[in-house]
Each structure stands twice: as C-alpha cells, then as structure tokens.
C-alpha cells in the first residue's frame, strides 16, 4: 500500500506562485510513475502533470505547459508541483497520484493510489 501526503496549497494571487510537495510512503516509490491531477467544483477530475519513474519523461496538460514544472526525488520519495502564473482557472482540489503502469501518460483510471488532495485558490 502507499500512502500519499500532498501540502503547499493556499490562497495566492493571480500571477503569483505556489510549489506543491507530496510525500510518499509504503511500496517502492522509485517504481512508480507519479502524476498531480486537479478537480474544480462540477468538474471532472483532470490530469495536470506527470512524471516517469526516473524523472526523465514529463507529461502536462495543454492549459498548464509552460507555467507548471513536475519534479520527482527518488531519494526523498517526494514529487513537486511547480507552479507559476498562476491564474483563477487553475483553482482546484489538487491530488497527488501513483501508477504501477509501464508508462507516465496518465489518465485518472491509470491511478492506483491518491493522495487526501489539497486545495489551491488563486484570486484575480
């Protein structure tokens, strides 16, 4: 079993900054493709960010490239969430993820283990 604890969220600006954490415990984190999604109020859950198990391959949502950096440290069993220019769009329930799939393309049914979420709210 893993066990995923996000933190970073907050009330921020629009244009301002936030650099989400999720910290990872249980089964061998360095196997697993690790992913951040998000989830507005009425909305489906949507994939922002993902990584591959070495961190090499990244993945991000076409609304987010270029502002959001996804970064992954195998020997701190940690994943990062960088994210900048933040707009009130961006407001959401973000959730950390974990996929044993042989890839880092995730979708939401890809996801084997979520984190409790933490809310981001980005004010214009």
């Known amino acids: 079993q893993v066990q995923l604890v996000e933190s970073g969220g907050g009330l921020v600006q629009a244009g301002g900054s936030l650099r989400l954490t999720c910290a990872a415990s249980?089964?061998?984190?360095?196997?697993?493709?690790m992913g951040w999604f998000r989830q507005a109020p009425g909305n489906m859950r949507e994939k922002v960010a993902s990584?591959?198990?070495?961190?090499?391959?990244?993945d991000y949502a076409d609304s987010v490239k270029g502002r959001f950096t996804i970064s992954r440290n195998n020997a701190k069993n940690t994943v990062y969430l960088q994210m900048n220019t933040l707009k009130p769009e961006d407001t959401a329930v973000y959730y950390c993820a974990a996929s044993s799939r042989p890839y880092y393309s995730l979708d939401p049914a890809d996801v084997d283990f979520w984190g409790q979420g933490t809310q981001v709210t980005v004010s214009s």
């Open positions: 990584v591959s198990w070495r961190g090499a391959g990244t």
């Open positions: 249980g089964l061998s984190f360095s196997i697993l493709a």
